[in-house]
């Protein structure tokens, strides 16, 4: 039964409702755009869903009223319904990374909606644009879209050859496997589908993750140094690793955090063990310190105000964000911008939270980890 619009909002209960945990953020914001752009009641659904979409996306493409500021709610509020659409019909998942939102399809594929709406926009022919864009999104579901390509013939090889490990997470190219190793397959990507040579490629990357046929035991410090980076983990990586985790070099940060390094190879990276640390520093190295400073000088983190006054969020979008609260530069500025007593947390690595209100940041830190794939922690830390 449906029931009436209220506050601009649909306020029946659609098939965007029962995707449940699989639709993510996407069924809220798709149906803020179906009440922004006057959808049928009921919600249309499958084939007749696709219809209204087209149909949407051709009349604002065409609107000359339309004002500038709403191309941006447009792309987010279709791509959203888009990826919706997708997770309906196709049994994928909303995944979010560094504030990008897609779909991931079937074992392999992955689909951008957002760049797709914004390429359907563009388009001489917007239902032609839209009907490739779909096809391509079914492509990736079926495993042979050029996303799930890689993805697969990695996945395969890594089944063949270190069925120990899994891919424990995925965003596009960049996977996370079940040993907290991390592989970006953007160079198998550039290799083309010439027969043989991405599944060839595939067994030489996995080859070479640790422990593996091409792992090669401590790293040089020679090799290592220009390859360090911090990072902050939690208790759920660490539960994670089981018995593995004794093996990795870590030093309390505080709380449930500790303070790992990692090393950053082409194409994958992993955390540093005790005996490497150990051999390094034998060899008159500061690992840590070398790690610290390599992160000092990248650029600073990109802070964005939230709408609770007095409360920021770093996006800076390269995954590094929670280890920055690691730089005393970073930690003072903050203290000059929010003022003394400031509060922060790390819910995970792409972020931190900071302001001086214990209620306001605790509950940003909390929202932000309960979403996180590899939360770090909910815990709080006071600066100056």
Not at 14 to 25: H, K, Y
Not at 88 to 101: C, F, I, K, N, T
Not at 121 to 147: C, F, I, K, Q, Y
Not at 293 to 316: C, S
């Amino acid at each position: 039964m449906t029931t009436p619009r209220r506050g601009g909002r649909l306020a029946a209960v659609t098939w965007l409702d029962q995707l449940g945990a699989r639709g993510g953020s996407f069924p809220d914001a798709a149906k803020a755009f179906a009440s922004w752009r006057r959808a049928p009641s009921p919600l249309p659904r499958g084939a007749a869903a696709v219809r209204w979409l087209a149909d949407t996306i051709d009349e604002f493409a065409h609107d000359a009223k339309a004002a500038e500021d709403d191309d941006a709610r447009f792309v987010e509020g279709a791509g959203a319904f888009l990826g919706a659409l997708l997770i309906d019909h196709l049994g994928g998942r909303h995944v979010a990374r560094r504030g990008e939102h897609r779909v991931l399809l079937g074992e392999d594929g992955f689909f951008d909606p957002f760049g797709a709406v914004d390429a359907v926009l563009d388009a001489e022919g917007t239902d032609d644009e839209l009907h490739a864009r779909l096809l391509a999104a079914e492509s990736e579901a079926r495993g042979e879209g050029p996303v799930a390509r890689v993805v697969g013939a990695f996945r395969r090889a890594l089944a063949a050859s270190r069925p120990e490990l899994s891919i424990r997470a995925r965003f596009g190219l960049e996977l996370e496997l079940g040993d907290e190793i991390e592989v970006d397959l953007q160079r198998l990507a550039e290799l083309g589908d010439a027969p043989g040579v991405l599944d060839g490629a595939a067994q030489r990357l996995v080859n070479l993750l640790p422990g593996g046929d091409g792992e090669a035991g401590v790293v040089p410090w020679s090799d290592a140094e220009a390859r360090l980076l911090p990072r902050l983990v939690g208790p759920k990586l660490l539960e994670g690793l089981g018995p593995r985790a004794d093996a990795i070099w870590l030093s309390p940060f505080g709380h449930d955090v500790h303070v790992a390094l990692q090393l950053r190879f082409e194409g994958r990276a992993r955390y540093v063990r005790r005996d490497e640390e150990v051999r390094w520093r034998e060899e008159g190295a500061e690992p840590f310190a070398t790690a610290l400073l390599a992160l000092a000088l990248r650029p600073p983190p990109k802070l964005v105000p939230l709408e609770d006054e007095g409360v920021v969020v770093a996006r800076t979008g390269d995954g590094l964000d929670s280890a920055r609260v690691l730089l005393p530069d970073v930690r003072d500025s903050l203290v000059d911008l929010l003022g003394a007593g400031t509060l922060v947390g790390v819910p995970h690595r792409d972020t931190f939270v900071a302001g001086t209100d214990r209620t306001r940041v605790a509950r940003h830190v909390r929202e932000s980890f309960a979403r996180a794939p590899h939360g770090i922690s909910e815990a709080l830390f006071r600066l100056g």
